[in-house]
């Protein structure tokens, strides 16, 4: 067992004190940080109090049942592991358990090896998601710090605004490591259900070598899919050198690719139109950046008005002579006509402290009028959608 492992606390749900006292004893001998509890109720008090990463319960239980247990863990953090240890075992069971999102179901009498692979390999995945979570609070941090410098120096133009590039890139990549989280979440449930599928089929003797090389080709392509998605936000930072063409199509792809399942996560319906597919010679890399800060703009501004349906972003697409123009459009509530003339100042913001730097919008105009030779300006408009707000950005076709 890894070193690194052995601080992730464990709770033991067990009536039967000889089994309990075993997985105790068995758990101990690896340094993890035990916690026990006979019952159900006493499960959830100690969960409660001591907050585990990882519970192993029995079903059947006096007074309250595993699964009620696993309920109620799950209302009040869903993302907990949960591994099931009992000598019963039907489909209903593993059906049940499915539902509740058990990470694993162990057959009475247990092979202890069996055991101790799952909590490391779940142990594994906790360290991951706690190392996002730390690097995100890291790249929280950075920025507040960037912040109070640009504060401090703001009469320094040009220092002012190179600092202020690398905060709204520090901004930036806190959205893409939640916009990976969203990405990652069907391709790791799928893998999940193809895994607890082949065990179903095994505890049931019905597992067949055409099942199980169906199932590891599913969850190759599965991971395959994660891994083009970590390529796609790792080629949205590198900096292009030169222009190149590109058609509205691969543009819509590549914020699709970025955004598309945050916002669906979020209710927000993004609708495209154009009459035909132009081909652009430009940064494209630059134009999905300024696109994706207008965007987020309105899913911010949803959430600030607290709107919870039609929630609708829409992009039209127009060809002029020399110059593309595009309008995004939100029925978010529109901004207050008494600063709507500043909002492209550096360092101002509509939003509550703490939830905005005031320089998304500033570097959005920055890039549109000095990366690309092009301008924005924004208005707000009443539309079949409802009341929002308007951003035109005109670039030239290159």
């Known amino acids: 067992m890894e070193k690194d492992l052995q601080n992730i606390k464990i709770l033991i749900v067990e009536n039967s004190e000889d089994a309990r006292k075993f997985y105790l004893d068995l758990l101990k001998k690896y340094n993890f940080n035990v916690y026990e509890a006979s019952n159900a109720k006493e499960g959830i008090e100690s969960y409660k109090k001591n907050l585990p990463d990882i519970i192993i319960t029995d079903i059947i239980m006096p007074e309250m049942s595993g699964f009620e247990l696993i309920a109620k863990v799950k209302q009040i953090n869903k993302n907990t592991s949960i591994i099931i240890i009992s000598a019963f075992e039907s489909i209903e069971i593993l059906h049940q358990a499915i539902d509740l999102e058990v990470c694993k179901f162990i057959k009475k009498p247990i092979h202890w090896d069996k055991l101790l692979n799952a909590i490391e390999m779940l142990s594994k995945d906790i360290k991951s998601k706690k190392l996002i979570k730390f690097q995100k609070n890291l790249i929280e941090k950075q920025k507040k710090i960037l912040e109070n410098r640009v504060e401090n120096e703001i009469e320094k133009n040009q220092e002012k605004e190179s600092l202020m590039f690398q905060q709204s890139r520090y901004a930036q990549m806190g959205e893409m490591l939640s916009m990976i989280a969203h990405q990652w979440r069907q391709p790791l449930n799928a893998i999940s259900a193809s895994a607890m599928n082949i065990e179903i089929e095994n505890s049931f003797g019905e597992l067949t070598e ?40 691969s543009l819509m792809k590549g914020i699709e690719d970025l955004i598309g399942a945050q916002f669906r996560s979020r209710g927000i319906e993004l609708i495209l139109n154009f009459k035909e ?19 987020i703009n309105s899913r911010d501004a949803f959430d600030d008005m607290d709107i919870k349906k039609n929630k609708i972003v829409t992009l039209n697409f127009k060809d002029k002579r020399d110059t593309f123009e595009i309008a995004i ?37 920055s890039i549109i009028e000095k990366n690309l030779s092009g301008e924005i300006s924004v208005r707000n408009i009443d539309s079949k959608n409802g009341k929002g707000v308007c951003f035109i950005v005109e670039i030239p076709k290159g």
């Open 329 to 365: 459009i939100d029925n978010a509530g529109g901004i207050d006509e008494n600063i709507i003339d500043r909002i492209f100042e550096p360092y101002f913001t509509t939003k509550e402290q703490g939830k905005g730097t005031g320089i998304g919008l500033y570097m959005t105009r």
């Open 210 to 249: 055409e099942s199980i090389e169906s199932n590891i080709k599913f969850i190759h392509n599965q991971i395959q899919n994660m891994s083009n998605i970590i390529n796609d936000f790792m080629n949205f930072f590198k900096v292009e050198k030169e222009s190149l063409e590109f058609t509205i199509t």
């Open 277 to 295: 597919d132009i081909t652009l010679n430009s940064y494209k890399k630059e134009i999905i950046h300024i696109l994706i800060n207008l965007i």
